[in-house]
Structure formats: structure tokens, C-alpha cells
């Protein structure tokens, strides 16, 4: 290098982008904060509590275990095994202190809410750790995971939230038009139904379990892809939690556009059995198929949640699929069998028609598209991909409100089409995604010295 010219050091040309990424996320932190306590002063109107309130509820009352535990599993990856045992044991000691007063009290307890507050003060004892006891990186990243097991919690917490308001805000449903369109695919969840009921209830059961867990899955997976952070001190660009989370916030927003409650809801007796009997279409579901007729919207209960389109128990289970598909042989191996086991439990349910998986598909993948896509500083394959989920998305969605009708007098043309458009987006997707591999780097070996003669 010639004396004129200097060399700009590497950490100064990453500064303004580091500033700059710092900048997003922060501006990223206002808007959810804003948009945290928007949410609950709309639930406080509709009479029900916000997801502020009912996260405060846990640090004393009852609390269901498997969500706190989860946050502070995810928590805990930026500690030391030392400091695990000191979280896990504060965790579970507190526990038994809040068990020992409700049963001294005679306090009622929910059955499967005994304990699991002690998870939530161990992270916010982290939290406070982080804040007085440590400086710098080690306190950014103690944060960064006190952040993450909180995130996870309130999430579930909003998502309860929207559930309750598309209750109460949206009296009318469009199952009609679902039911309609779904004519296109078979009618699967009337096929499903059957089958699953012809399995007996030991495969019910395990089904069903696996459609319940499904939050402990994503915790499994996204702890193996967090299982080196403590270790390198940073986490992963991209991981299953910022997913599970982005699909969470975004999914209920559709259903306030497109309020739909499920086969065993709309054209069955409800998940009790009875108690849906009386605001059904009718009581078809599941060895009637609905007639084709003309569909209009119809009135519900201001209890059951609007929560089918798109299923993001789908949409979910598609997200963690596609994060173990570089996992060990046993996570691929489970990843595959949770998509699968989903997809069955929410048709065989009745909890959702087979439109409403083929919209989870495109939702997830065009949501993790969109993640990676961030990552990349949204260059044009990656923008181009997020368009074209996007575009497919919402012309489904409008197929499924506008023309069920024509959807399901040609079924052998539309059904097609509609999982032709699935495949077309998980095609964009592997493509795209594959360009963004990198490329293998051959290892050159030396060559071998001649031997001395």
C-alpha cells in the first residue's frame, strides 16, 4: 500500500451499519411498546383485559407453567451452566413458596396451574441483575435473553388478547363462504373427522397432544439453535422464535378481516359436544358435507374466537419444520412428524376447513421470507419472494370471499389451482433461499513433497 493511500479499518465500515441496524430495532421497540398498550386499552373497551394486565396477574396468581418455563429456558441460554442452576433453583424455590401459601390460604387452584410464577421472577431477577450487576456486552446480552423468554410469554398473552376481542368485535362469521370454497379441496376436514374417530381414541389422544404442544416443540428447536450462545456471546441472525413471534402478532390481525370459527363450531356441536348446537349452520360435521348454496355471513356467540384463516397452528408448524431441516437426523425426524400430526389434528378436530391450511403454508413461509430477507438488507430476490407470498396470500383470501361459489362447481379446475399456488410459493421459497446458501469453499491440500532419491 502506497504512503498516500490509508485503508478505512473494518470495524469503522461496519459502524453505520451496526447504527443503523441499532436505529431499526429501536424505532422496532417503540412501535410494540406502542402497539402493546394500544391493545390494551382496545381490550379494557371491549371489557376484557388487556395482555399488560393479565401478564401482571402471573407474578402473584396462578399461572399456567409451560409458557413461563418455556421464557426462562429461552432465557437461560445466555447464561452459564452455573448460573442456570441458580436461575432454575430461584425459579422452582419460589414456586414452592407461593404452593406452600395457597394451600396454607385455601386458595383454588386451576388444575395444571400450580406452579410457574417462580419462572417469571427468575427472569425478571435476571433482569435486575443485568441492570445493576453488569456493564457493557454482558449486560446487552443478558437483556437480549431476559428479552427473549418475556417475549415469548407476552406474545402468548397478546395472542389470547386478539382471540378474546375477535369474540366480542366481530358478531358475524364467514364459515359459509370457507365451507363453500373448500369444496374445491374435498372437503378434508369431513374426511379427516371420520378418519380420526375410525383410529379410536388412543391415536386421538396422541394427536391431540401434539396439536396442544406445540409451543414446547418450537422451545426445543429454538433452544438447539440457541444452544451456542453462550458460548460465542451473540446470538443467531435468524431463529424460530422471531417466527413463532412475527406470526403470532400478524395472524390474528386476519382475523379480524376474515372471522371464521371452524367445521365442529359453524356445522358441528362445538368442542363440548352440545353447546355449539344452537349457533350452528347445521349439525353436519363430520359425516355431512355442507351443500353447495349461497353463502352470507351468520351470526355467533361472543365466546368462541374467530381464529381460522389463515391456521396459524399451520402456519406455526410449517415454521418449525422448515428450522430443523438443518438439524441432526432426530429433529428433522420430529419436525416432519409435528407438521404432519398438525395438519391432521386441526382437520380431524374440526377446528379448521383445508382452505384455511393452505393459508397457513403461504402466510408462514412469506413471513419467514420476510425475516431472512431483513437480515439480507432486502435485496431483490429476497423483496421479490416477500411480493409474490404476499400477492398469493391475499388472492386467496379474496377467492375464498368472492367466488367460494364458482370454487366449488369446478372443483377439478380450482382445487388445483389453489394448491398449485401453495406449491408455487414453497418452490419461490427453496429457490430463493438456496441462491442465498453459501457457495462450498474447496479445501486445497499441499502437495506432497518427492521423496529424496
Not at 453505520?16 to 417503540?30: F, K, L, N, T, Y
Not at 383485559?49 to 409451560?66: H, W, Y
Not at 442452576?85 to 394451600?103: K, Q
Not at 386458595?107 to 425478571?124: C, D, I
Amino acid at each position: 500500500m502506497s504512503p498516500g493511500t490509508s485503508r478505512t479499518p473494518r470495524t469503522a465500515q461496519l459502524a453505520p451499519r451496526g447504527r443503523a441496524r441499532g436505529a431499526v430495532w429501536g424505532a422496532a421497540g417503540v412501535v410494540a411498546l406502542g402497539f402493546l398498550v394500544a391493545l390494551e386499552v382496545f381490550a379494557r373497551r371491549c371489557g376484557i383485559p388487556g395482555p399488560v394486565t393479565a401478564q401482571l396477574r402471573e407474578l402473584v396468581f396462578a399461572a399456567k407453567p409451560g409458557p413461563l418455563y418455556g421464557g426462562l429456558a429461552l432465557t437461560m441460554v445466555v447464561l452459564t451452566w452455573r448460573q442456570r442452576f441458580v436461575a432454575a433453583g430461584a425459579a422452582v424455590g419460589v414456586d414452592i413458596v407461593f404452593v406452600l401459601v395457597r394451600w396454607a390460604a385455601g386458595a383454588k387452584v386451576p388444575e395444571g396451574q400450580y406452579f410457574g410464577n417462580g419462572a417469571l421472577w427468575a427472569m425478571l431477577g435476571c433482569a435486575v441483575v443485568a441492570i445493576t450487576r453488569r456493564t457493557g456486552d454482558e449486560r446487552v446480552l443478558l437483556l437480549k435473553g431476559v428479552g427473549l423468554g418475556l417475549l415469548l410469554v407476552t406474545g402468548r398473552k397478546i395472542g389470547d388478547t386478539w382471540l378474546l376481542i375477535t369474540s366480542k368485535t366481530r358478531p358475524t362469521v364467514l364459515d359459509p363462504y370457507v365451507a363453500t370454497a373448500d369444496h374445491a379441496l374435498g372437503n378434508p376436514s369431513w374426511a379427516a373427522g371420520r378418519i380420526l374417530k375410525a383410529m379410536g381414541p388412543l391415536s386421538g389422544h396422541v394427536v391431540h397432544v401434539v396439536y396442544a404442544q406445540l409451543a414446547v416443540a418450537a422451545v426445543v428447536v429454538a433452544l438447539y439453535q440457541l444452544r451456542n450462545v453462550a458460548a460465542e456471546r451473540r446470538f443467531p441472525r435468524h431463529h424460530l422464535v422471531r417466527t413463532f413471534l412475527v406470526i403470532g402478532l400478524l395472524g390474528p390481525a386476519i382475523y379480524m378481516i376474515f372471522p371464521v370459527v371452524g367445521p365442529v363450531f359453524a356445522y358441528g356441536p362445538g368442542t363440548s359436544g352440545t353447546g355449539g348446537v344452537e349457533w350452528a349452520v347445521a349439525n353436519l360435521w363430520p359425516h355431512t358435507p355442507p351443500a353447495v348454496g349461497v353463502p352470507h355471513p351468520v351470526p355467533y356467540d361472543g365466546i368462541t374466537p374467530r381464529n381460522c384463516m389463515p391456521s396459524l397452528h399451520t402456519a406455526w408448524a410449517t415454521a418449525i419444520f422448515v428450522h430443523t431441516r438443518k438439524g441432526p437426523r432426530l429433529l428433522r425426524f420430529a419436525g416432519a412428524f409435528w407438521l404432519v400430526a398438525t395438519l391432521g389434528a386441526t382437520l380431524g378436530f374440526g377446528y379448521h376447513y383445508g382452505v384455511d391450511l393452505v393459508a397457513g403454508v403461504v402466510f408462514s413461509l412469506t413471513v419467514e421470507a420476510a425475516l431472512r430477507t431483513f437480515d439480507r438488507g432486502w435485496d431483490r430476490s429476497g423483496v421479490r419472494l416477500v411480493a409474490y407470498g404476499t400477492a398469493v396470500f391475499a388472492a386467496l383470501l379474496l377467492a375464498y370471499r368472492f367466488v367460494p361459489v364458482t370454487m366449488a362447481e369446478h372443483p377439478w379446475v380450482s382445487g388445483p389451482l389453489v394448491v398449485l399456488a401453495m406449491l408455487s410459493v414453497i418452490h419461490g421459497y427453496l429457490r430463493t433461499t438456496r441462491a442465498w446458501e453459501p457457495d462450498p469453499v474447496p479445501v486445497l491440500l499441499p502437495e506432497p513433497h518427492p521423496e529424496p532419491v
